[in-house]
């Protein structure tokens, strides 16, 4: 078209539709914008690029790769030293081979395949063919079978990702003299099993190590933790045991340390405080999900700079350390599932915390004032757990409440609470969690709650990542001949530490993390003392996934605007005093899964049975007399009403008068005849005894005369 000049900087990022961009023939200039990675999408087959003797860079993530034809036997003339073909895949290609190119691959410096669904074993000649491959990473694939690594050393090597695969067997002891430089390890979510190989403990350019959510067992090398270039260790969710707590005080390289989810033991107050200290590096530390107990250990409240502490799931008990408070750049703190007790200290407020997690104890007092104007809260967990191991607080919802404006996740399940639900809630326009239950709040439900947006703008996870892509564009420049840095690595998490919640919804209890606890929205208010109408208002909360309503005193209909709840997976209005008739636009909520208005004084027909409502069963309905319908077994022609019920009660009652005014005449007439009668029967019986009574008078004075 002969155009001249340059690009436009913005508005390609708003071309979501865009298929093709023909920009042939001109004499432009500039810089194509960051999201055009993301926005074409196409089929990528490899064959074509054969004859491409220069090419040196292969970036394609996220496109469709093609298998290329079996008669497809040709060398190409290129020899890469980058690529990167993630997410190349779709869930119609479960059976997609290894490019066979990179067979004929010897200058690579940099791949990644990952997330694909590879099958078959690791291609570990891509290691032997490269000698000079810096970063491997096949995570997210299918490859099985065990590790088998050539015996001949590769000094180059800084990155292997080998997690999210389906190998098993030991992780072999070759792995280190193997790759002596190695910086990186991620073995995690396989299915490794046996001891830790002891010479991991040796390689002194290691300083991030993942071993993650395998069926490793047996004890941790002494070494390992205390070794001086580690900076992230991550042994979570294996069968690891012994006794960690006096190596770890010796961890003086550490920032970030994952033990939770083993069988590790022990008390720390075994250990000797006075000459034993955390070490101050710490920025990270999980725990959780062993077998610890004893008191919480004090030591960790000298770590100046913690950011993230779990100590969940162990058997922990006391109060909570004062120490603890002069965590003053605490973010994540995880103490749930213990047996602490006592109240929660005024004194604690880190100015930076986001999450708290202390359900599951046995903790008393009232909600403490320390979260007070929290304006970086984003979870607030204090609730009782599902076995119903509570916390005693006293008290109600402080008004305070309001002033935590970025709070997103509230639960105080099963705590003892009473009074009003505040008002100060609606303030909280972030929230999207609500977990009130198993509480004695009474009253009514605020009306404001109807205009929450359920809509966070803060983040609920803690993990983030960037894609790899991002890597990739940023390193480019820096590594054309040159080696690559572990540094330069964004793609991999920036915390470990997992952010998890429960909540109630379709009678059930669910832990939600990850993606879906940023998606997961639900109020419940169940099992209190609630009383008076639904708020039509809660029909305006067209996010919501999960509405929990039963076991109160609510009386009045159900709101038809229950019909905009367009999201809503699980309604729960049972075990209640509600009247009326089922708004039949319930219809019309496509993504309900678990419906219940069981137990309440409901009349009339039952929705029609069709969509979502065809498939819930007669339990949704019972206790409803007045309910009819197919699904339960009662033709609505035949039941009469409760308004009918009532007209024929009126008039039965009004019968009623005039039976009792002449059973009352009836029976005065009848008890002034009767008495009469024995009045009478009275007088004959005394004339008569006076009579004869004269008679034998007469009769004894006559003889005494004689």
Not at 75 to 101: A, D, G, H, R
Not at 260 to 280: A, Q, W
Not at 516 to 540: A, F, V, Y
Request: aromatic share 10%; glycine share 6%; charged share 15%.
């Amino acid at each position: 078209s002969g155009f001249i000049g340059s690009l436009p900087n913005q508005g390609w990022c708003d071309l979501r539709n865009l298929e093709v961009l023909n920009v042939n023939r001109n004499t432009l200039e500039g810089t194509l914008p960051h999201c055009f990675k993301t926005i074409f999408k196409f089929p990528l087959s490899f064959a074509p690029f054969a004859n491409l003797s220069s090419l040196k860079v292969l970036l394609s993530n996220q496109n469709k790769m093609v298998m290329e034809p079996s008669f497809y036997t040709s060398v190409p003339k290129f020899q890469l030293k980058f690529i990167s073909l993630s997410k190349c895949i779709t869930s119609l290609q479960l059976n997609l081979e290894f490019p066979t190119f990179l067979y004929y691959q010897y200058d690579l410096r940099y791949v990644d395949v990952s997330q694909n669904n590879f099958s078959g074993t690791v291609p570990t000649w891509l290691l032997e063919n490269n000698t000079k491959l810096e970063v491997l990473i096949l995570m997210g694939n299918s490859f099985t079978g065990p590790l088998s690594l050539s015996l001949a050393p590769n000094s180059n090597v800084s990155l292997i990702d080998i997690s999210q695969n389906k190998l098993q067997g030991q992780i072999p002891i070759s792995i280190c003299p193997t790759f002596p430089h190695l910086s990186l390890l991620f073995l995690s979510k396989n299915a490794f099993e046996g001891d830790i190989p002891p010479c991991l403990s040796g390689m002194k350019d290691l300083w991030i190590l993942d071993l993650s959510n395998n069926q490793l067992s047996g004890r941790v090398p002494e070494e390992l933790i205390t070794k001086s270039s580690l900076t992230i260790l991550r042994l979570s969710n294996n069968n690891l045991s012994g006794h960690v707590l006096p190596v770890i005080l010796n961890a003086n390289g550490l920032l970030k340390l994952y033990l939770d989810g083993n069988n590790f033991s022990g008390e720390i107050e075994n250990v000797d405080v006075s000459i034993s200290e955390f070490p101050t590096s710490l920025r990270e530390i999980n725990l959780g999900n062993n077998k610890f107990y004893g008191n919480l250990p004090r030591l960790i409240g000298n770590v100046p700079f913690l950011e993230k502490l779990a100590l969940s799931e162990n058997g922990f008990e006391g109060s909570i350390p004062m120490e603890f408070y002069n965590l003053n750049y605490l973010e994540f703190l995880d103490l749930s599932e213990n047996n602490l007790f006592g109240s929660i200290p005024t004194c604690f407020n880190p100015l930076d915390i986001k999450h708290v997690h202390l359900h599951g104890n046995r903790l008393s007092g009232p909600l403490p004032i320390a979260f007070y104007n929290s304006s970086s809260l984003v979870t607030l967990d204090l609730g009782g757990n599902s076995n119903f191991i509570r916390n005693n607080l006293i008290g109600s919802i402080p008004k305070w409440i309001g002033t935590l404006s970025s709070l997103s996740v509230l639960l105080l399940k099963a705590s003892n609470l009473h009074g009003r639900i505040p008002v100060q809630l609606c303030k909280l326009y972030s929230l999207s969690m609500i977990d009130l239950s198993h509480n004695m709040f009474y009253g009514f439900i605020p009306s404001c709650l109807g205009n929450l947006t359920l809509k966070t703008k803060y983040q609920k996870t803690l993990t983030s990542y960037s894609e790899a892509s991002d890597v990739l564009e940023d390193i480019l420049p820096y590594h054309k001949e040159t080696r690559w840095r572990g540094d330069d690595l964004q793609e991999y998490p920036e915390t470990y530490m997992e952010e998890w919640v429960q909540f109630t919804t379709k009678s059930r209890s669910y832990s939600y993390g990850g993606l879906i606890l940023e998606d997961m929205t639900g109020i419940d208010l169940s099992c209190n003392k609630l009383t008076g109408q639904i708020p039509p208002e809660l029909g305006n909360l067209s996010q919501i996934h999960s509405l929990n309503l039963s076991y109160n005193n609510l009386t009045g209909v159900i709101p038809s605007s229950f019909s905009n709840l367009k999201q809503i997976e699980s309604l729960d209005l049972s075990y209640n005093s509600l009247s009326g008739k089922i708004p039949n636009q319930l219809v019309e909520l496509n993504s309900l899964e678990v419906f219940s208005v069981a137990q309440n004084n409901l009349s009339g027909s039952i929705p029609e049975p069709k969509a979502q409502f065809g498939t819930f069963i007669e339990s949704s309905y019972e206790g409803n007399p007045f309910l009819c319908g197919a699904i339960l077994h009662k033709s609505c022609s035949r039941i009469n009403s409760p308004s009918t019920i009532s007209t024929i009660s009126d008039d039965k009652g009004e019968d009623g008068l005039f039976d009792t005014y002449d059973f009352c005449v009836s029976f005065f007439i009848s008890y002034v005849v009767v008495l009469s009668w024995f009045s009478f029967v009275g007088k004959c019986i005394t004339t008569c005894r006076f009579s004869i009574g004269g008679s034998f008078l007469a009769y004894y004075i006559f003889k005494r005369c004689v």
